[in-house]
């Protein structure tokens, strides 16, 4: 296990290959790069569909580098469990 811009990050090797596990990366590949793209910024503001992975990424890694997510989603009767 490796830390990656805050987030831990689990590295293995197979037959001399070494594999980065975005699996069981929280918010996965998103959760790397979002921090590279907003540097100079304390505070992330996504209008975000319910689908997708695009929030949750953005969640963990404003935590994991002490910045502000905020995100808006549609409004839902029911909510959807990645928006909870």
Same mark, same amino acid.
Do not use: W
């Given at each position: 296990?490796? =830390? ?5 990050? @689990? =590295?293995?090797? %197979?037959?001399? /290959?070494? +594999? ?13 790069? /979002?921090? %590279? @793209? !907003?540097? %100079? %910024? $304390?505070? *992330?503001? *996504? #209008?975000?569909?319910?689908?997708? *992975?695009?929030?949750? #990424?953005? #969640?963990?890694?404003? $935590? ?6 905020? /995100? !808006? +989603? #549609?409004?839902?009767? /029911?909510?959807?469990? $990645?928006? @909870?």
């Amino acid at each position: 296990m490796t =830390i990656a811009q805050g987030l831990p990050v @689990l =590295i293995k090797e %197979h037959a001399g /290959i070494f +594999c980065l596990r975005d699996d069981v990366t929280l918010g996965g590949t998103k959760a790397r790069v /979002i921090p %590279h @793209l !907003f540097d %100079h %910024h $304390r505070e *992330y503001v *996504y #209008a975000s569909p319910v689908q997708g *992975y695009a929030q949750v #990424a953005l #969640a963990y890694a404003a $935590r994991a580098n002490g910045k502000k997510a905020v /995100i !808006f +989603c #549609a409004g839902r009767k /029911i909510k959807h469990p $990645r928006t @909870l």
